[in-house]
C-alpha cells in the first residue's frame, strides 16, 4: 500500500499556481518524496523529489514541512496542459519501488 | 532518443495465447521494473529485477515471468493469457546504486487486448 494520502481531486484556474498537498506522516528520516504526473494514458513522468529542504526545477517546487509529514507540489502558472493525475510517492523496499496510490486529479480550467 | 522504449505499443491478441512485450533502456540503468495498470486506472508494480535478484509482487500470477537478457532489456511473457490481463503495461527504469535518491523513469506503456 502507498504510504501516502493526497485529495481525489483539485480544480485550478489556468494562469494560477496549483498547489497539490500530501500527506505522509509514517516518512522515515531517510526516506525521500517524489511527485510524479500521468496525462491520459502515457507513462508517468517525474516531476521533483525532495528529503527535507525545499526544491524548485523547471517544472514546480516542492515544499516539505519541517516535521517532514506532509508536502505541496506547487506548480507556478497552471496550463491547459497540466491537466494529470499527480502523485505523491515514498518509495518502498529501501527506497527501490514506486509505488503509486490513486493520486489527485488535477484540472486545470480555462 | 527515447531512454525507456517498450515494443509494442499495442497488442491485440487472443485468450489462451502466449505473449512477451519487450523494454530497453539506454540510461545505463541497473534496476528495471514491469507495472500494470488497469482499467480502474490503478498503477500497481509486478516486478523489479536489480543485478539479476528478482522481487516479485506476490499477488501477480506466475503465468507472468520477466525475463532480462541483459542490464538493458527487461522483457515481460505473459503465457496463456486471460481476459483480466487486458490492461496498459509499464515498463521503468532506475539508477539504484545511489540509493533513494534517484528517480525512475517510465516508458510509454503497451496496451494489451485479449479477446
Known amino acids: 500500500d502507498a504510504k501516502t494520502t493526497q485529495p481525489p481531486s483539485m480544480d485550478c484556474a489556468e494562469g494560477r499556481a496549483a498547489n497539490l498537498p500530501c500527506n505522509h506522516s509514517?516518512?522515515?528520516?531517510?526516506?525521500?518524496v517524489y511527485w510524479y504526473r500521468q496525462i491520459h494514458s502515457q507513462g508517468p513522468q517525474y516531476i521533483i523529489h525532495?528529503?527535507?529542504n525545499n526544491e524548485t526545477n523547471e517544472m514546480a517546487s516542492l515544499i516539505i514541512t519541517e516535521d517532514r509529514k506532509s508536502s505541496t507540489l506547487i506548480l507556478p502558472h497552471a496550463t491547459l496542459r497540466d491537466t494529470a493525475v499527480y502523485y505523491c510517492i515514498v518509495p518502498d523496499n529501501y527506497g527501490q519501488n514506486f509505488v503509486f496510490g490513486p493520486g489527485t486529479r488535477l484540472s486545470v480550467l480555462p | 532518443d527515447t531512454a525507456v522504449s517498450q515494443t509494442p505499443k499495442y497488442l491485440v491478441t487472443q485468450m489462451g495465447n502466449d505473449k512477451s512485450i519487450k523494454c530497453e533502456q539506454n540510461?545505463?540503468?541497473?534496476?528495471m521494473y514491469w507495472y500494470k495498470q488497469d482499467s480502474k486506472k490503478f498503477l500497481k508494480i509486478m516486478f523489479s529485477y536489480n543485478n539479476k535478484e528478482l522481487i516479485i509482487n506476490e499477488t501477480v500470477p506466475n503465468r507472468f515471468s520477466p525475463k532480462s537478457p541483459d542490464k538493458a532489456h527487461l522483457n515481460l511473457h505473459i503465457n496463456s493469457l486471460e481476459l483480466g490481463d487486458s490492461a496498459v503495461y509499464f515498463c521503468?527504469?532506475?539508477?539504484?546504486?545511489?540509493?533513494?535518491?534517484?528517480?525512475?523513469?517510465f516508458g510509454q506503456g503497451t496496451r494489451l487486448t485479449v479477446v
Open positions: 521503468a527504469s532506475r539508477r539504484g546504486d545511489l540509493g533513494r535518491n534517484t528517480e525512475a523513469f
Open positions: 540510461l545505463g540503468h541497473d534496476t
Open positions: 525532495g528529503l527535507k
Open positions: 509514517t516518512i522515515s528520516g531517510n526516506e525521500y
